[in-house]
């Protein structure tokens, strides 16, 4: 398979932010990898035997489920243990295994920033492709600035899958993406913004940047646990404030 760079983030802090829900919390994060690329149409072709026509565009038009089966055909194909299990298309995480990974929305919020408190980590344009340089399509990764973890179009270009629900008390099982695309406004393109999808939804500025990284807590690692998931999905089982969007809606 094409190189997979990753690069190495040193454990930290980061405050993540709920604009709807208007809260912050603060994250301790252990030290992980991530891609210094999103993953290229190249690499997904060879993985997964579909077809490339732009190798050094980010692989686009991926669904989430597309995206963790993609990291689990790489870990079996570079000889790592794959993280994800299935049954059906409910997907678990092992967290003790050692193989590729969608990054949690901590770890991708961290290894964006790479120390900046601003939205940007360079001036935008310098940093990212977005509808401001009139592109119809995703550009070739490594065309804009990295930022100071080494790491190239976390902002612009695609959008990335991360592992964490959006919100399951209000949209049930999608899975938050995050970074901004090609086509998007500048309010769009920030560190701290947060979108999210169904598992299935594919779009033509959606794609994937791996992680790696295993722990040895079940369950939770890195921002994430399961018994979170648990109780926010439970607080929608409750009466609804005024604006609220019921699941299945």
Same mark, same amino acid.
């Given at each position: 398979m094409t190189?997979?760079?990753?690069?190495?983030?040193?454990?930290?802090?980061?405050?993540?932010?709920?604009?709807?829900?208007?809260?912050?919390?603060?994250?301790?994060?252990?030290?992980?990898?991530?891609g210094v690329f999103p993953v290229t149409e190249e690499q997904m072709a060879e993985v997964l035997g579909v077809p490339s026509r732009h190798p050094r565009r980010p692989a686009a038009d991926v669904s989430w489920l597309r995206a963790v089966h993609f990291c689990n055909a790489a870990s079996e194909w570079e000889g790592f243990d794959p993280v994800y299990l299935f049954d059906g298309e409910v997907v678990t995480w092992d967290v003790t295994a050692d193989g590729y990974r969608l990054p949690t929305e901590a770890e991708w919020e961290f290894a964006c920033r790479a120390g900046s408190t601003g939205p940007h980590y360079a001036p935008l344009a310098d940093a990212a492709w977005t509808g401001a340089d009139g592109t119809a399509t995703p550009q070739d990764v490594g065309g804009k600035l990295p930022n100071l973890n080494g790491l190239f179009d976390m902002l612009g270009n695609v959008w990335e899958w991360c592992w964490d629900l959006l919100d399951p008390a209000r949209y049930d099982e999608y899975r938050v993406f995050r970074g901004g695309g090609f086509a998007d406004d500048a309010w769009s393109v920030r560190a701290s913004v !947060?979108?999210?999808? #169904?598992?299935?939804?594919?779009?033509?500025?959606? @794609?994937?940047?791996?992680?790696?990284?295993?722990?040895?807590?079940?369950?939770?690692?890195?921002?994430?646990?399961?018994?979170?998931? !648990?109780?926010?999905? #439970?607080?929608?089982?409750?009466?609804?404030?005024? @604006?609220?969007t019921p699941r299945g809606r």
């Open positions: 190189d997979i760079e990753m690069a190495r983030i040193p454990g930290g802090e980061v405050v993540l932010h709920d604009a709807r829900e208007k809260t912050r919390r603060s994250v301790e994060l252990r030290p992980f990898e991530i !947060r979108r999210g999808g #169904a598992p299935r939804m594919h779009h033509e500025d959606v @794609g994937l940047r791996l992680a790696r990284g295993g722990f040895d807590t079940a369950d939770e690692a890195q921002g994430w646990s399961a018994l979170a998931d !648990r109780e926010r999905a #439970a607080a929608g089982e409750g009466p609804t404030p005024s @604006g609220w």
